[in-house]
């Protein structure tokens, strides 16, 4: 059986199905891309002053990797025009040359996505963040992983309902300190769990009989009301237990997986509780720029994080620079003879955005928005502390100052989040047509020789979507790193 | 083997040029981005620079389409299916934020309520 | 018929290709790339899954009339335990789960793979003529999705977290926030709903480009648009709502899935709360943004659900009365209107979100026009049976029962059409009641006309009409017991998910339906629904709705022994064409072979006529050429025109 305009167009349609079909699912890539921008647009449109994070100007995200993303942008064009060639040299029945073109694309594509890596990874993993309670911001890196609580375990209560207690895998890498179950199920007091292994068959075990022990209680229960009975004894199967280490064993548990803790205890999302003593508490903090954005001008000078900044001749220049950005705006408005937009009076608008942080502490010069000066700009030590390491912009921030912190993953906004979402799903279009085109060109020989026409067609549409990836790195290269 | 009977050295010479072109215009709007001519107040674009960005934007994605993707000689089939896909994605973005602008109550301004900023206690 | 098959398969294949007799079952049932088996595929999961959800909705309904009492029969399962209360009651948390999946599962993995997936596979080539589908890896693909996605699904339930519990719109932040405290965030039900989700959009776009591709490509010589069988518009129509409108619900649940497992915050608002603990999430996401993204797939989808079923209900009655469907043409181009008017018309789900009025006004204008083409194609329906001598056998029991209840379906639409009333109906059992009459005695009974009418086709033999009857008068019955109360206990404010059935509500509940000793309480008296001499009250129908449910599920038995039984010991059938229908797929051997015809088919005329005076039968086939003129009109290969070239 054979499907009939594999290869040759239908006439009253003018189609190879190849080509209608890949028109298709560019359509509905259409509407993917399409519903992704709207969510671009709609939410940068939403933002409102003075609650939600600003929306950050995309060349002060990137700074230097504007320049990768441009080259990027060539290197698709690029790949575009060879995927074109390449067609061209099939059309002309010319094997080598579209061979060179093909592996040319493949190259662009492996090119485009480890400059997509190197970007990545730098914001991965060298930027991070933290905004104090008082919604000052301070960028820079966070140290040695200090985001964890440093916890010294000894007792870890859990559930026998739920899963395995996710405190199990922050130990499994560690050497695993033996437990004695002290609290739980009757017989099973007393029993030592020596390994990982031991403790997750035990619990399994346990999970079972107490499943059982329960069914078989709410069975009686159920018996019970329906003879009719005047008081059941309600059900009542242990479903807790305890396990008590014979020596401390230190915690780093990631901020995700805990959702609060104190001096003594420390509790879990799974609901599993560890006691012990709390080690250490406070972020240590390299600091590279402070922004204000998020504080009202008349609360900056009360703020956390200005208290920090020690030297009085780089405030008075910040606030002098916010007066003078604050005129030129009234004066461009005024030459114009238009009324100022009621929001270009609020908000971030009017702030200057960034101090920032030299590596020796000094104030570094900027172009948009710069403090002059020679002197050390930050105290040393800590926020709402003594200083202990003389003048360096490394803070250590107590928690509880602390309202939200990261790197600079999706998570940290929601300038982050569309670009890496968006940035992301379309790398996966780029490796996905690659390997296409790939394929196309390795194990195409075959097809070249029987039925070229049919491989120019393949290449074609293959070259159809390649071209529509391009196309959209055409718009989002703008709108994520330079608009 | 059936031997090529087209001649495409000029459509290859048409496709260089658009490559180029498109290089050109990749300048530009790097140059838009770094330099935002309409900038106002704090650093950055306003609602003026993201027109004349994407309009070069545009221009590129059109140029890509038209030529690379053959657009510019396709069948009336696909124009068809396009201009309702793009009708209807335009329709998501607009009538999406458009509701979005139109509460039925006005929103509560949180920065009004903290009584602004433009006070007698301006920054100095 | 085997012997046909056989036959065809060593006339359409060269000799090269005779090896293709041997393949081994696998090759053959289940990684088939045959349209006619996929669509099979499609049908029995799509069953399979819709017994599943009909299920769930059992368990809920036991919740909603005796929220007192423990589950019978379920108690002692080894999983209710865990979900279950003490006393055998179902939890809020089991509520919530199975209303979730039950939305969820009827509509992604039972409806629209029936209707689209499985009759759209295994008939519309054969009415255009196509050996197969455009891409059959493509279709094959899109059944394994479509399963691995509901196995995801079903797979959920026996997670520690169970199933998805926050609906089936999957609203953010309820959803963003459910089960956050599960260790592994991954295996959650919540997640897995979203993971399941992006699969089956995937399945869906794969299947309508090859439907889109397929009708437009490759119909048959003569087969111009105007020849096509409604059932192969409404497919187009349906294809197109699939690709375009599908793509922004997987942006939402891409997003969603960034949410909850990368920790962004696109629906997430500043500043939310959860259980009085601040949200650890940047903030400055809006959760109406999903509610757009969502809406703008889901309102198509309601197309998506409706269409294919009144699709074979256009097959299934001038077939039956013996008589053209009244104004083709006309309903042609409203099924057209129809889909563009489908996508911009989403934000009436969303007026109690506060829209404005001007948007407000828009939605209501589109939401009304729709009504039109809907009407216009409900009204063709019924004026194509005026004056016919209708067959009344089991598919065109279905059929004619589709339009009322359809009727009533579209009619108590129109109140939420417009935002004033809406705000009043919103999330109440009135909507519930509404879309369900679309959707279950509206689309369902067209698939069980759709299943009894090509039955014959795919097997060979026919389905037993005594036991069509006893599965369609009780269904009819009990579909209305469902569904009718409801209207009326929305109406007195009963909300969608209050899991006890609205016994909290007590100046609601105890609303009177009906005044002691009236016809309807002694009914329900009769029923023992009610003690005696006391009122029907509005909390009193919940039984009556639940009664109705279980005595539904019990009467699809009948349905399921003859769709098992037929297969083996139903009567076979005489010709290729025991319906006396016109259109192609009656032209293939029984059960059509895979390439589908024995010689190539070429479409003489329209797909409707019968009863045309002076022929020589009540019925010209599409394939069978004017015996007056014979060979004057062949169109050449790939011509669909009328008049091909080369002809006068």
């Known amino acids: ?61 990137h700074k230097s990797f504007v320049w990768l993303g441009a080259i990027n942008t060539v290197v698709l064009i690029a790949s575009s025009v060879g995927v074109v060639f390449a067609w061209v040299s099939l059309k002309e029945r010319n094997w080598r040359r579209y061979q060179i073109w093909m592996y040319f694309v493949v190259a662009c594509a492996v090119v485009f996505m480890c400059l997509k890596m190197v970007e990545y990874n730098s914001k991965l993993n060298h930027h991070h963040g933290v905004k104090l309670i008082d919604n000052s911001v301070m960028e820079g890196v966070i140290l040695d992983k200090t985001d964890q609580v440093r916890f010294d375990g000894e007792k870890i209560t859990f559930s026998l309902q739920a899963a395995l207690p996710a405190v199990l895998k922050d130990l499994d890498s560690k050497e695993f300190p033996a437990f004695t179950v002290t609290d739980g199920p009757e017989g099973a007091v007393g ?110 000078r009360e703020s ?83 200083g202990e390491h003389g003048p360096s912009r490394h803070l250590e921030i107590p928690r509880d100052q602390i309202k939200f912190m990261g790197n600079h993953g999706p998570r940290y906004g929601n300038y982050y989040a569309i670009y890496f979402t968006m940035t992301a799903l379309h790398g996966l279009h780029v490796i996905g047509g690659a390997l296409v085109l790939l394929f196309f060109v390795v194990f195409g020989k075959k097809l070249y020789l029987k039925n070229p026409e049919h491989l120019a067609n393949r290449v074609e549409v293959g070259g159809l979507f390649w071209h529509f990836v391009d196309l959209i790195w055409i718009f989002l290269f703008p709108i994520m790193y330079l608009l | 083997m059936a031997e090529a009977t087209h001649d495409y050295s000029k459509t290859k010479k048409t496709y260089a040029k658009v490559g180029i ?81 139109d509460p039925i109550v006005e929103q509560y301004d949180t920065f009004e309520s903290t009584g602004g900023w433009l006070t007698n206690d301006r920054p100095r | 018929m085997s012997s046909a098959a056989e036959h065809t398969h060593a006339e359409t294949h060269g000799e090269g290709d005779h090896h293709e007799h041997y393949e081994p079952f696998w090759k053959k049932y289940i990684f088939s790339t045959d349209h006619k088996v996929i669509g099979l595929q499609y049908g029995f999961t799509s069953l399979v899954f819709l017994a599943f959800g009909f299920f769930l909705m059992m368990v809920m309904r036991w919740s909603i009339a005796y929220p007192d009492r423990a589950v019978p029969l379920l108690a002692d399962w080894p999983w209710f335990q865990a979900w279950l209360d003490d006393g055998g009651k179902v939890t809020g948390d089991l509520y919530n789960m199975f209303g979730a999946m039950h939305g969820t599962i009827m509509v992604f993995l039972g409806i629209v793979p029936l209707a689209f997936g499985a009759f759209g596979n295994y008939v519309t080539p054969l009415q255009i003529g196509a050996p197969d589908m455009a891409f059959p890896r493509l279709n094959m693909a899109s059944y394994w999705l479509y399963l691995l996605g509901g196995a995801l699904m079903f797979v959920s339930f026996f997670l520690p977290s169970g199933a998805a519990k926050a609906g089936w719109t999957n609203y953010s932040p309820l959803a963003t926030t459910t089960d956050l405290h599960y260790g592994d965030l991954f295996w959650t039900g919540q997640t897995q709903w979203l993971v399941g989700m992006a699969l089956l959009i995937t399945s869906s776009l794969l299947g309508a480009v090859n439907f889109i591709c397929t009708i437009i490509n490759l119909r048959c010589r003569g087969m111009t648009w105007m020849r096509l069988p409604f059932f192969v518009w409404a497919m187009l129509v349906t294809g197109f709502l699939l690709l375009l409108a599908f793509p922004p619900l997987e942006v939402a649940a891409i997003m969603q899935l960034m949410d909850r497992l990368a920790g962004t915050s696109f629906f997430v608002p500043t500043g939310l709360n959860v259980s009085g603990m601040s949200f650890d999430a940047a903030g400055g996401g809006s959760p109406l943004l999903y509610q757009h993204l969502f809406w703008f797939l889901a309102h198509p989808e309601v197309y998506v659900l409706i269409l294919p079923a009144l699709a074979i209900v256009a097959e299934i009655i001038p ?84 339009i009322p209840m359809f009727g009533i379906g579209g009619l108590t639409g129109l109140p939420l059409a417009f935002s004033l009333p809406d705000l009043h109906l919103h999330d109440t059992y009135y909507v519930i009641g509404h879309f369900h009459y679309v959707v279950a005695p509206g689309t369902i009974f067209g698939l069980f006309a759709g299943i009894y009418h090509w039955f014959p086709k795919i097997t060979g033999r026919m389905m037993s009409t005594r036991l069509g009857h006893l599965h369609f008068w009780p269904s009819l019955i009990f579909m209305n017991g469902i ?10 404010g009963f909300h969608r998910r209050a899991f006890d059935g609205g016994k909290a509500y007590e100046q609601i509940s105890n609303q009177v339906f009906a005044e002691p000793n009236s016809f309807m309480a002694n009914l329900a008296e009769l029923l023992h629904v009610i003690p005696a001499d006391a009122p029907l009250r509005m909390i009193d129908l919940n039984i ?21 039984i037929s297969v083996f010991i139903g009567k076979k059938v005489t010709s290729d064409n025991p319906w006396d229908a016109t259109t192609l797929e009656w032209a293939t051997p029984t059960p059509p072979p895979h390439g589908n015809f024995l010689v190539e088919p070429v479409a003489y005329r329209g797909a409707y006529e019968y009863s045309v005076p002076g022929a020589p039968r009540d019925f010209s086939p599409q394939f069978e050429s004017d015996p007056s003129s014979v060979g004057a009109a062949v169109p050449g290969p790939g011509e669909t025109s009328a008049n091909p070239s080369g002809s006068h």
């Open chain 1, 191 to 300: 029993t030592e769990l020596k390994t990982a292994a031991a403790f997750r068959s035990w619990f399994h075990d346990n999970r079972r009989a107490f499943s059982q022990a329960l069914a078989e209680d709410r069975k009686r229960y159920r018996g019970e009301i329906a003879s009719g009975v005047a008081n059941p004894k309600p059900v009542s199967v242990k479903g807790t237990a305890t396990v008590t280490a014979s020596a401390p064993f230190a915690l780093h548990g990631s901020p995700r997986k805990i959702v609060g803790h104190n001096e003594t205890s420390l509790n879990y999302r799974d609901g599993v509780k560890v006691e012990g003593k709390l080690v250490a508490d406070h972020v240590v903090f390299e600091v590279h720029e402070v922004d204000m954005q998020l504080v009202l001008p008349q609360k900056q």
């Open chain 1, 304 to 386: 956390v994080v200005w208290n920090v900044i020690n030297d009085d001749a780089a405030k008075q220049s910040f606030f002098t620079q916010q007066t003078q950005k604050y005129q030129e705006m009234l004066a461009y408005y005024e030459k114009r003879g238009e009324v100022v937009p009621e929001k270009m009076l609020r908000g971030r608008f009017l702030n200057v955005h960034y101090i920032h942080v030299a590596a020796d502490g000094h104030a570094e010069k900027d172009k948009h928005a710069s403090v002059h000066t020679s002197e050390p700009v930050l105290t040393a030590g800590s926020i709402g502390g003594e």
């Open chain 3, 483 to 492: 569904f009718a109360p409801m209207f009326f206990q929305g109406m007195a």
């Open chain 3, 544 to 564: 009556v709705t639940s009664g109705s449910a279980w005595l539904l599920a019990v009467f699809q038995v009948p349905f399921i022994i003859n769709l098992f």
């Open chain 1, 1 to 61: 059986m054979e499907i009939p305009y594999e290869v040759t167009p239908r006439r009253d349609t003018g189609l190879y199905n190849a080509k209608l079909g890949v028109w298709l699912f560019l359509a509905s890539e259409v509407m993917l891309f399409g519903g992704l921008f709207s969510a671009y647009v709609f939410l940068r449109l939403g933002v409102q002053d003075g609650v939600d994070n600003p929306w950050p100007w995309g060349v002060s995200v």
């Open chain 3, 319 to 402: 077939c039956n009365t013996r008589k053209p469907l009244w104004g083709y043409k006309t309903m042609v181009y409203a099924v057209m209107v129809l889909g563009f008017l489908a996508f911009i018309v989403w934000a009436h789900h969303m007026y109690i979100t506060g829209m404005g009025p001007a948007i407000s006004t828009f939605f209501q204008t589109t939401t009304v026009l729709i009504s039109v083409p809907s009407v216009i194609l409900i009204t063709s329906l019924l004026i194509s049976m005026w004056g016919g001598s209708i067959r009344f056998n089991v598919p065109m029991l279905f059929a004619t029962a589709f």
């Open chain 2, 21 to 101: 072109a498109l290089g050109v215009f990749t300048c530009i709007t790097v140059a838009l981005g770094l330099f935002p001519p309409l900038d106002v107040g704090p650093p950055g674009p306003t609602p003026g620079d993201f027109v004349i960005g994407l309009a070069v934007a545009t221009t590129k994605a059109s140029l890509v389409a038209l030529i690379f993707m053959h657009l510019n000689h396709e069948r009336g089939l696909i124009y068809k299916l396009l201009l309702f896909t793009c009708l209807f994605a335009f329709g998501l973005l607009v009538l999406t934020i458009f509701a979005d602008m």
